[in-house]
């Protein structure tokens, strides 16, 4: 059997950080001042006036123009309110507002004004507001958090604040610091605390491995929002969110794009179905579906068609299912419900190549949970899994080549276009580069 020589690149510890964390009082967890009408934790639910409150959520773009908060300007139609009101018809409870795309100067009253109003109105829609905003690192920005959370505090309305999306991919320090992140999270709880005292507060994550950095079990949120969209990925990412974060968490983004033709809009319907799902019935406080509208000018596939009406503004079968999403049944709980998901060890079914090995302690007692990363030669392709309860791990990898899967195919007359391929084609190598959130990696022989 062929070996494969590996090195490791980092080992992170989940103690032991190499900086100091804050000695701030906001360290201690304080929560979130319970009022009447507005949304709070209990028991590690949302909770509205001592009842039990689960988001069903759609995310929204918007920007603020002028004075008013304006949909985005692929979305049919120009008044948020009656946006507001179509969500609310189709069944949602709470919308994820995102006014993250912002550029520096303007009249912060007015643009604070602009979103009070925006509040306003998706409330008496009978919409509560997730607010995505810029992340408050530092002087304009902070001051700019600091200014809304103040003027938007009486708004029951605005039941939490989403301060960083997705670390993972827009965070702009290259390998922060675990303690680094973790003391960022420190003063921004107590910059809601101090401003915004009976809002939550979250920071989203977009995958498991964000534990390298932005770990979720470390930050001191209120609660986690997750983003999952793989189909193959999603169960699996939410079972271990579930299990090995230790905090209440919702899924704040998922989505199956859809339009119509080489994705029917019934495979998007199975996928709300089967992601909500699961997320309850692996404790998830709320769920959100990314997003209002189809973007017909989006990066990729995924980005032009995962609303829940298409780029016409018709709405697709997915929005009919949302209005019945709170009585859907869950069925009979099984034994394979209380497991992870098949493909939990190797979520993509590879079977070409693997790395094996355990996460242990500094005593050498295996940890359970631990997410392992794995690169190929160049640094293009890169695989997860997990450690079971005995700390092993199985990174399973597909060897292909860079022109895509298999051989060339041969043309009608039997022949091979080798012209189209590169003198020596080069094929993706075994991971040869690997990292652990916890503990330390013990490779072991192919």
């Known amino acids: 059997m062929r070996e494969a020589t590996l090195f490791i690149i980092m080992t992170l510890l989940l103690v032991g950080c190499s900086k100091k964390k804050l000695e701030c009082a906001v360290c201690d967890e304080r929560p979130p001042v319970a009022a009447a009408g507005y949304v709070s934790l209990n028991n ?12 069903k959520m759609l995310n ?24 507001f009101d179509t969500i609310a018809s189709w069944g949602f409870n709470a919308i994820r507002v995102c006014l993250d795309v912002m550029n520096e100067g303007g009249d912060t009253s007015t643009m604070y004004r602009a979103t009070r109003r925006m509040v306003q109105q998706a409330d008496s829609a009978g919409l509560r507001v997730m607010l995505l905003i810029k992340s408050p690192f530092e002087g304009y920005w902070r001051d700019y958090a ?18 960083m999306n997705e670390p993972l991919y827009f965070d702009t320090e290259p390998m922060r610091e675990k303690c680094d992140a973790y003391n960022i999270v420190c003063e921004w709880r107590q910059l809601v605390r101090d401003n915004a005292p009976h809002q939550l507060f979250t920071v989203s994550t977009a995958e498991p491995i964000e534990v390298f950095e932005w770990d979720p079990a470390m930050l001191p949120v209120d609660f986690l929002e997750m983003h999952t969209y793989h189909p193959l990925r999603a169960q699996a990412e939410m079972w271990w969110y579930s299990h090995y974060t230790g905090k209440p968490w919702m899924v704040g983004e998922t989505g199956l794009p859809s339009d119509g033709d080489s994705v029917p ?15 309850k019935i692996n404790n ?9 509208q189809d973007c017909p000018e989006g990066v990729n596939f995924e980005a032009q068609y995962t609303g829940l009406r298409d780029s016409n503004g018709k709405r697709k079968p997915a929005a009919d299912l949302a209005s019945y999403m709170g009585w859907v049944c869950l069925g009979v709980m099984t034994d394979e419900d209380l497991m992870p998901p098949v493909n939990y060890y190797n979520m993509l ?3 070409n190549v ?12 295996p940890i359970e949970g631990a997410v392992i990363r794995g690169w190929n030669e160049d640094w293009s392709v890169g695989m997860n899994t997990f450690s079971d309860s005995s700390g092993r791990f199985r990174l399973e990898y597909q060897q ?8 060339p195919l041969p043309l009608p007359d039997g022949s091979i276009q080798y012209d189209l391929l590169p003198t020596n084609p080069k094929r993706f190598e075994a991971p040869n580069a690997m990292e652990a959130s916890i503990g330390d990696i013990i490779l072991e022989r192919l």
């Open 354 to 365: 693997a790395v094996t090995g355990r996460i242990v302690d500094t005593d050498g007692h």
């Open 265 to 279: 809009y019934l495979a998007q319907v199975g996928f709300m179905w089967e992601t909500y799902r699961y997320a």
């Open 44 to 55: 590690r639910m949302f909770e509205i006036d001592g009842k039990e409150w689960f988001p």
């Open 349 to 351: 079914a590879y079977q």
């Open 60 to 83: 929204y773009k918007a920007f603020i123009k002028d004075d008013q908060v304006v949909p985005a300007p692929w979305y049919t139609g120009t008044n948020v309110r009656e946006h």
């Open 284 to 292: 998830a406080i709320g769920y959100g579906w990314w997003e209002f």
């Open 400 to 407: 292909i080549p860079l022109l895509g899967w298999g051989e």
């Open 146 to 163: 600091i200014g809304l959370m103040r003027c938007l505090a009486d708004l029951p309305a605005l039941w939490a604040y989403d301060l």
